[in-house]
């Protein structure tokens, strides 16, 4: 085992995403078939496209998430050892299929179906005691995912991470149940430094419709927060900053995974020592440029590319 340190341990979720895309997606049943404009097999989950995007940035990324011993599972595990993210401490399940999504992509809007396989088996036992002592930050994604195995234990190990000197972060990204942070989510949030939603993540997981009392709410328990608002950008608070970011407008060639590429951005501007309104800059940067291409991670850029995309940004104090 490696001793050197990981910038970024990413835990979450792992499976290829088909992605089609077209003006008139909607499925005609009756056998009829209908012509789209192009169908992708590329990687995908929230955790997997973070991962690949922090590495690409420059960062030491570790993945840990649970897959199959399928076809599936080894597509994703060449694409993330290409793209240089350790995966050395994934859990293959030999019993349960690799997880599946297709997701129908409009360009600014998309309709995701997704089939969870071994995703939801992933537990605490999965994640190395020598991965949690080695990584400088442990960010979550798609926990609704994983609550059922993962949630557990999960404030435990982020207080493990916390304890060896790491920050933590969380994407819960949507909630296919409807339930919204039921359960173990308040122990997790609380052992959480920074919480990356989208608006109407956040919307749900505070249970009201005004984004302020959201970010009050969600902030009580002392950690972050970093809110994205799709083509509008991103804002960050805490309880003593506020800070609103304005990416130049550009028009998406597919959104898929461009909140994914965002956390990326930030974590990766936090890690190397930028505040805030940097690190937020940084992120629309990412998450813009991840727009301009097919797939979570086919807008990907390196550091140097997306320092420069990010002097773009407009940053000021306040939400707006």
């Known amino acids: 085992m490696s001793s050197e340190p990981i910038d970024l341990l990413v835990i979450g979720d792992c499976n290829p995403d088909v992605l089609v895309l077209g003006d008139d997606l909607t499925p005609a049943f009756g056998q009829q078939e209908k012509l789209v404009t192009s169908m992708t ?63 129908l992509s409009r360009g600014d809007d998309r309709a995701i179906l997704t089939a969870e396989g071994a995703i939801a088996t992933l537990t605490p036992a999965d994640v190395r005691a020598d ?25 435990a190990l982020l207080a493990t991470a916390r304890a060896a000197g790491a920050s933590t972060s969380l994407d819960t990204n949507w909630d296919p149940a409807g339930i919204w942070g039921a359960d173990f989510f308040p122990e997790v949030l609380a052992q959480t430094d920074l919480l990356l939603p989208n608006e109407a993540e ?28 799709g083509a509008r950008g991103a804002l960050y608070a805490s309880r003593s ?14 959104t898929t995974g461009a909140g ?44 140097a590319a997306a320092l420069a995309l990010a002097r773009d940004v407009t940053v000021r104090p306040g939400l707006g």
């Not at 793209?83 to 997880?99: K, L, N």
């Open 41 to 103: 097999l590329v990687v995908g989950g929230s955790a997997s496209i973070t991962a690949v995007a922090a590495a690409r940035l420059g960062l030491r990324v570790a993945l840990v998430a649970a897959i199959g011993d399928d076809a599936a599972g080894n597509f994703m595990l060449a694409e993330l050892a290409r793209a240089g993210v350790d995966t050395g401490g994934m859990a293959v399940r030999p019993r349960s299929p690799t997880g599946m999504t297709i997701a």
């Open 131 to 155: 991965l949690l002592a080695r990584a400088r930050r442990v960010h979550v994604s798609s926990y609704f995912l994983v609550q059922r195995s993962l949630g557990p234990g999960l404030a």
């Open 202 to 229: 956040a919307l749900r997981l505070a249970r009201t419709t005004k984004l302020p009392e959201a970010i009050t709410s969600l902030t009580a328990a002392g950690g972050a927060i970093a809110v994205k608002l």
């Open 241 to 254: 900053q506020q800070y609103l970011a304005t990416p130049p407008p550009l028009s998406p060639v597919d």
């Open 260 to 303: 994914d590429c965002f956390n990326a951005g930030l974590l990766a501007g936090l890690l190397q020592g930028l505040e805030p309104p940097a690190a937020l800059a940084l992120g629309c940067a990412v998450g813009a440029a991840s727009t301009q291409a097919i797939g979570g991670t086919g807008g990907t850029c390196e550091l």
